[in-house]
């Protein structure tokens, strides 16, 4: 049987950096946005990203401004600031040029398309806050080797989903694309409807839409130990560890790398799926 893409009710997109330049090229050779006509998109971290670029049709735009952007960048420390690196600068820009009006129209006008946000509590300084649910992720991936965590609810932090077409609407997506991409310390804490917000990964890497029905693929950046099962869930993971590192914004040559890992592993998903 060949692979429909519009079988597929909801496309969820999971966080990693510059790893999710994967989701690109995977996309690139499993169907366009137009081809899955998806009910509801969701995504978190540099997943929102992924699915903005995908809706609007501007994932090869994407690749070649963040290439452009890492191809002039030297260096991921800048002495100087408050957290001594020049990454949210840097991908605030790259945002900015992947979404353009008319990208962020198409989004307007698509799709349910939801951002998860985490909300940190009140009682403890934010850093400190996320270095502990980032030490408790490292810990819980060793341990459990999962998608779906635990201990950063468990020390309070809470998921936010947000509209992202409103906020496309509002002529707030790329501030919500942004938001959802802060990994403390290497990113300042960014503020959304009044309150701070952290990168949602701290929480799932695979976060649904609401509601949540219907078959669903989840394209994850890494593979994990023990991933859900659900029958109505497609899970698809990088057959290998992929040359981009999550943080690194100087080396064009490995979002390349990594885009071509994601065509290639679709051509295997899409040759599995008709054998």
Not at 57 to 72: A, L, P, Q, S
Not at 82 to 88: A, E, M, R, S
Not at 120 to 130: D, E, G, T
Not at 219 to 232: A, I, M
């Amino acid at each position: 049987m060949s692979f429909d893409p519009a079988q597929f009710d909801q496309v969820v997109f999971s966080g990693g950096g510059t790893r999710c330049f994967w989701h690109g090229g995977f996309l690139k050779e499993a169907g366009s946005f137009e081809e899955f006509a998806p009910v509801r998109v969701s995504g978190v971290s540099g997943g929102a990203l992924s699915g903005s670029a995908w809706i609007s049709g501007n994932d090869d735009r994407c690749k070649r401004v963040m290439g452009d952007i890492f191809e002039r960048n030297e260096s991921n420390i800048a002495l100087g600031r408050d957290n001594l690196t020049p990454h949210q600068e840097l991908y605030r820009e790259a945002v900015s040029g992947i979404l353009p009006a008319d990208a962020i129209a198409r989004i307007a006008d698509g799709p349910s398309f939801q951002v998860l946000l985490g909300s940190p509590p009140s009682f403890m300084p934010n850093r400190l806050f996320a270095a502990i649910c980032g030490a408790g992720y490292k810990i819980e991936q060793l341990i459990y080797g999962t998608p779906r965590l635990r201990f950063s609810r468990w020390v309070g932090l809470r998921g936010v989903l947000v509209d992202a077409r409103q906020a496309a609407r509002d002529g707030k997506l790329i501030d919500l694309v942004c938001a959802a991409a802060t990994i403390p310390p290497v990113f300042d804490i960014p503020c959304w409807e009044g309150k701070d917000v952290v990168d949602g990964g701290m929480l799932t890497k695979a976060p649904y839409p609401e509601p949540d029905e219907g078959r669903t693929l989840v394209l994850l950046t890494k593979d994990y130990r023990n991933t859900p099962r659900d029958p109505d869930k497609i899970y698809v993971t990088p057959s290998s560890e992929v040359e981009a590192d999550k943080i690194d914004f100087t080396k064009r040559e490995k979002i390349e790398e990594t885009w071509e890992q994601g065509r290639k592993d679709a051509k295997a998903f899409l040759a599995d799926w008709s054998d």
